[in-house]
């Protein structure tokens, strides 16, 4: 199964600050990767759907790039609100595959 | 608006078999892809498996086998067998909505099951 691997564990920021989110795939998914948000206690929202399409109702201030085995989400300026951990997801093979996530918590 | 909510117990012992029930409200079963998902407390998501239009069913092999997902389509609701859990199971377990595109689009809001004598 494709293995994610997300960096770093937790990223300590302040709001207004830019956050930078990075996903490695154990082998190329091309541009089948997903992002999810999930706040404490609710379940996973989705973010962006292959590399960088952003989901209905996601504000222009999260940004997807990325092709084959390297990702990047972009938080280009932090509300309140973005404080949350993350998940990448593949679609590309079966199993589907989630990352084990990255924390983004306030400073 | 698709809503999506689990039930079932919260609490199973070990060697026997955990069943939680997805019940979907503004959606039809038909034509969407229709998952279970699961985290255990503190870690990452495990996708479990997906039961489309009434039969088709895949399973991540991980698991593949203890798990049944099985539909009903009169009462608009999916469920999730998983037999012979140990605490390793424990975990909330989330169903979910995709389409052919493989996008949790739609989730429940979680079911906590945990394993213990």
């Known amino acids: 199964e494709i293995v994610l691997t997300q960096s770093p564990a937790t990223l300590s920021l302040s709001p207004g600050e830019r956050a930078t989110l990075s996903c490695r795939a154990s082998?190329?998914?091309?541009?089948?990767l997903l992002w999810y948000q999930q706040k404490s206690g609710q379940a996973p929202r989705l973010l962006i759907w292959d590399a960088f399409n952003r989901a209905t109702g996601v504000p222009a201030r999260f940004s997807g790039t990325g092709s084959g085995t390297d990702f990047t989400l972009t938080i280009s300026s932090l509300e309140p609100e973005d404080f949350a951990v993350y998940y990448c997801?593949?679609?590309?093979?079966?199993?589907?595959?989630f990352g084990g996530g990255t924390n983004v918590e306030i400073k | 608006q698709v809503q999506l909510q689990e039930s079932g117990p919260g609490l199973v012992k070990p060697s026997e078999t955990l069943s939680l029930t997805c019940t979907v409200s503004g959606a039809s079963l038909n034509n969407y892809y229709w998952n279970w998902i699961r985290q255990p407390p503190g870690k990452g998501l495990e996708w479990i498996g997906y039961?489309?239009?009434?039969?088709?069913?895949h399973y991540n092999p991980s698991l593949e086998s203890r798990v049944t997902i099985s539909v009903d389509t009169s009462k608009n609701q999916f469920s999730l067998s998983l037999s012979s859990v140990t605490a390793a199971d424990t975990a909330v377990y989330y169903c979910a909505r995709s389409s052919g595109g493989w996008a949790f689009s739609f989730w429940g809001q979680g079911s906590l099951v945990s394993v213990s004598s």
């Open positions: 997801q593949q679609r590309s093979t079966w199993p589907l595959t």
């Open positions: 082998q190329g998914v091309g541009s089948y």
């Open positions: 039961i489309y239009n009434g039969g088709s069913t």
